[in-house]
């Protein structure tokens, strides 16, 4: 079975540039996280989607972060304008079910993102 | 808000040595998660532990629920070079999120 499968696995960019993170979660899957991780902060819930509907942004830092999920099985996380404080590794993940905190999570490979 | 908070921060054990972490919470936690994520790589899940005073083992690997659902842990016996990594609890915050611990990063030193 393929996993969590996020693209591109790394990118470097110039600050204000746009960056836009991908990612496809396991088939069948309803739930879709994303994470950022950092040394200061570490694992940092970002966003939640429940049937491809966004269920919680708290944890999105400001506007420039924006997240969708046009469909089941894509999801896209846009930082803009890039800022050098978001070089991070952004993890994806899913789960089966509702994602009411008692699922296992299954992570994708992450991007790590670096700007300059 | 909700925390979630982990020590030690690091851990470096000669091979063969025993490992443990702790998890504590600042509430009370309808279940509790770890996970695994070796350097360079991603958080994969281990186990979750759901009832008060609940033990669970995986080989050599420990995991241990509080009788107030308010703490975990986590023991290794008899370290390998291939418990290397950095090993997370995780558990629901009031809007039923996961929100991950600091984190223990091991070393084994062979």
């Known amino acids: 079975d393929a996993g969590v499968i996020q693209s591109p696995r790394h990118e470097v960019t110039e600050m204000g540039q746009e960056v836009t993170l991908r990612c496809k979660p396991i088939s069948g899957h309803n739930s879709l996280f994303w994470y950022r991780q950092t040394m200061m902060r570490g694992l940092e819930l970002l966003i939640y989607f429940n049937n491809n509907v966004p269920i919680d942004d708290s944890g999105m830092p400001e506007d420039r972060f924006s997240a969708k999920m046009p469909n089941a099985s894509f999801s896209t996380l846009k930082i803009q304008p890039s800022e050098p404080r978001d070089s991070a590794v952004y993890f994806c993940a899913s789960s089966p079910g509702q994602g009411g905190g008692n699922e296992k999570l299954f992570f994708g490979s992450g991007t790590q993102l670096s700007v300059l | 808000g909700q925390q979630v908070m982990q020590i030690p921060q690091y851990q470096h054990v000669q091979e063969g040595e025993d490992f443990t972490t702790y998890c504590n919470s600042s509430t009370t936690l309808s279940n509790i998660q770890w996970y695994k994520q070796r350097p360079g790589g991603h958080p994969v899940f281990l186990i979750q532990l759901v009832k008060s005073g609940e033990v669970k083992k995986q080989k050599r690997l420990t995991f241990q629920f509080g009788e107030a659902k308010k703490n975990s842990s986590l023991h290794i016996t008899a370290t390998q070079t291939t418990d290397v990594g950095t090993y997370f609890c995780?558990?629901?915050?009031?809007?039923?999120?996961?929100?991950f611990g600091t984190g223990t990063s091991l070393t084994v030193i062979p």
């Open positions: 995780a558990g629901p915050s009031t809007g039923n999120q996961f929100y």
